[in-house]
């Protein structure tokens, strides 16, 4: 069965520095990688993903992440945040095929955003 | 385009009550999944419909959980009797085919007295 970390649950920045929040998983294939964004009582909002192809994928509000099979990891990373980006983010992996997109989630990580 | 809806959005009733929670999936997704969401045990899948057809049910926590979808643009997750350990916020979200992202709605947040 997949299943996914994220070792921080708490990480706090500064406006304008670069952000990398950390994501791990394990799965016996190459997974299907999502990273999504939950702000205080909303959904959750796709930020990317990864299927095939390119390891390092864009997604929207200039956020990134790179997929590394030898760590099994896919780290999101932002170069200059933004106060707007304080939210918690969660990693998913799934196994595509029959499983009809199930998803596993990790842990999530909260971002504070200093001034 | 109208993204996935769910109702309530707030739910406050009393333990031994049942609770009726509402989903309407984005058009044309073919996969609807409900979450439940808590401090504790985080992000959980309860179940997941492909084409109408429950697939897996195995994170459902006990038989007084249920969840329908009688067609493609309606499902529920039902709990009866609810109890105080069922509060929490439940999510549904839908996606075109394995191979695509899902979409959540903005959840219900049930609150069991």
């Known amino acids: 069965a997949q299943s996914v970390t994220q070792p921080d649950i708490h990480i706090t920045v500064s406006e304008g520095a670069s952000l990398e929040l950390r994501c791990n998983y394990s799965?016996?294939?190459?997974?299907?990688l999502f990273w999504y964004v939950q702000s205080p009582g909303q959904g959750l909002q796709l930020l990317l993903k990864?299927?095939?192809?390119?390891?390092l994928v864009q997604g929207i509000k200039g956020f990134e992440a790179e997929f590394k099979r030898s760590q099994s990891s896919f780290n999101l990373r932002k170069p200059s945040v933004h106060w707007s980006d304080a939210a918690e983010y969660f990693c998913?992996?799934?196994?595509?095929?029959?499983?009809?997109?199930?998803?596993?989630f990790g842990q999530g990580t909260i971002l504070t955003v200093h001034p | 385009d109208a993204g996935v809806i769910q109702s309530p959005r707030h739910e406050v009733t009393e333990m031994g009550q049942e609770v009726t929670l509402r989903c309407k999936p984005i058009s044309g997704h073919n996969s609807l999944f409900w979450y439940r969401q808590t401090m504790m045990r985080g992000l959980e899948l309860l179940i997941y419909f492909n084409n109408n057809v429950p697939i897996d049910d195995s994170g459902m926590p006990e038989d007084r959980f249920s969840a329908k979808m009688p067609n493609a643009s309606f499902s529920t997750l039902k709990i009866q009797p609810s109890e105080p350990r069922d509060s929490a916020v439940y999510f549904c979200?839908?996606?075109?085919?394995?191979?695509?992202?899902?979409?959540f709605g903005d959840g219900t947040r049930l609150s069991i007295l």
């Open positions: 998913a992996v799934g196994a595509g095929g029959t499983s009809y997109g199930k998803l596993t």
């Open positions: 799965y016996g294939a190459t997974p299907y």
């Open positions: 990864y299927f095939s192809g390119d390891t």
């Open positions: 979200a839908s996606s075109y085919d394995s191979n695509q992202p899902q979409h």
